[in-house]
């Protein structure tokens, strides 16, 4: 997936008429389709054992919303409005309806969900390929004029979130891979939901949906190398 993203970015960034002929208005269906797919490979289980370790949920539901925006801040400078509720009803739209009804299907049709759901991680990396590709092209000429900035915040938000994230965990005498996992939890976010999320509330700043597209290629590079470095030491997250 990683060289999926990388290679259909570069066209994206030196050929835009490629994807040109597709509007940034197109991510949300296409992240809805990602989010239908992920619902139907959802087990009872999953839910199950989120259930049986509140502690732990909660403690990376606090470190994700704290320290990624607080990242934001220190590195930004300044604070942008935000319509929450407007971005909670999006994510309704855009997220949690069709994982719903990806869950649906699942349960009334099993058999069917059986035969597609090996195809699923599949047409997911070609779906987040797809919309990286269209904001990029939508957005190359800005890119490549202020594109060095936007890659080192993205690096540095990314670095910062997979460190403190594991810091956290140590500060809370969490166990390593309890550690590793809220490390990925705060470091690697939903890129393909962020850029949706550009695209309907911040369209008065046209950069808005680059970081996301960058982060969709360096969290590829980024997260091989973590879980890389996390095999290495002995335990799996």
């Not at 934001?72 to 739209?93: E, F, N, Y």
């Not at 965990?169 to 891979?177: N, P, Q």
Request: net charge positive; proline share 4%.
């Amino acid at each position: 997936m990683g060289a999926l993203v990388l290679v259909l970015s570069l066209v994206a960034l030196v050929a835009p008429d490629v994807f040109g002929a597709f509007k940034p208005t197109i991510i949300n269906p296409v992240l809805g389709i990602i989010m239908f797919g992920m619902g139907m490979a959802l087990k009872i289980d999953d839910f199950k054992i989120v259930f049986s370790r509140p502690k732990d949920v909660i403690i990376g539901c606090l470190a994700q919303f704290t320290v990624m925006p607080l990242l934001v801040w220190l590195l930004a400078g300044q604070s942008v409005h935000v319509d929450v509720a407007g971005m909670l009803l999006s994510i309704l739209w855009v997220v949690i309806l069709p994982i719903v009804a990806g869950l649906v299907v699942k349960w009334f049709w099993p058999r069917f969900t059986e035969r597609t759901t090996d195809y699923l991680p599949a047409v997911s990396s070609l779906a987040i390929a797809f919309i990286v590709s269209v904001i990029i092209s939508a957005n190359a000429q800005k890119l490549l004029m202020g594109g060095f900035v936007i890659i080192l915040v993205v690096v540095l938000h990314n670095l910062c979130g997979l460190c403190l994230g594991w810091l956290v965990g140590r500060v809370l005498h969490l166990s390593d891979a309890k550690r590793r996992a809220i490390s990925i939890e705060v470091g690697m976010q939903n890129s393909g939901l962020a850029s949706s999320l550009a695209t309907l509330h911040f369209a008065a700043y046209p950069m808005a949906t680059i970081p996301g597209a960058v982060f969709s290629v360096w969290h590829n590079i980024s997260g091989a190398i973590v879980a890389r470095l996390y095999a290495k030491s002995g335990i799996k997250s």
